[in-house]
């Protein structure tokens, strides 16, 4: 259980990226006060989470009521994060599209769209949660530790947004990008461990 729990908890901190969240924030709120950004940034966290919860609980539901084994979803899931991990590698992850990236800057409440989808709770991190859920149920409480590490990195992004002025000027941009290019390389191994167990999984099924 522990080593499943540390795994986790280092899954969803690469998917999450906390402190790349940092800059995209200060760049999305930097004509409203600190006391916008943080009411933003709070709404923001709580929204994540609850979809994150959502996903996290009836994922395994979904999968089954659409016919999709786990392992497949490994392999769709480990491809879809060996794709943001080279960006991540590149330093050039966008988490949006540029339509999107507008139509979010002439919005007065950004907290929901894009913060909380997809910068934060993004297909990535859905990914990963409804891959962990799976294997969480081979564990006595599996489920219930991992939605409570869940929330536990949700509330490190919060932290991280709460104080993003600070991580950026203490970081710089080159900074942020070095921490995302590590948790990049991080994220493309987890990726191709996937898509292997998921291969695995299949063949011996």
Known sequence: MTAFVIRA????????????????FLGLTSDRSLAERD????RAVMVA?????VFGIGGSWLLAHLGISLDAFRIAGGVLLFRIAVDMVFAHLERETKAEETEARSRGDISVFPLAIPLIAGPGA???LMILAGEARAH????????AVCLLVVAIAYVALHLAARVARVLGQTGINVVTRVLGVLLA?????????GILGLLRS
């Open 126 to 128: 859905l990914a990963s």
């Open 9 to 24: 908890f280092l899954t969803l901190v690469v998917t999450l990226d906390p402190i790349g969240l940092a800059p995209v």
């Open 39 to 42: 009411r933003i940034a709070r």
């Open 49 to 53: 989470a609850v979809l994150l919860l």
């Open 189 to 197: 191994a987890l990726a191709a461990q996937y898509v292997a167990d």
């Open 140 to 147: 006595r409480f599996g489920l219930p530790v991992l939605l």
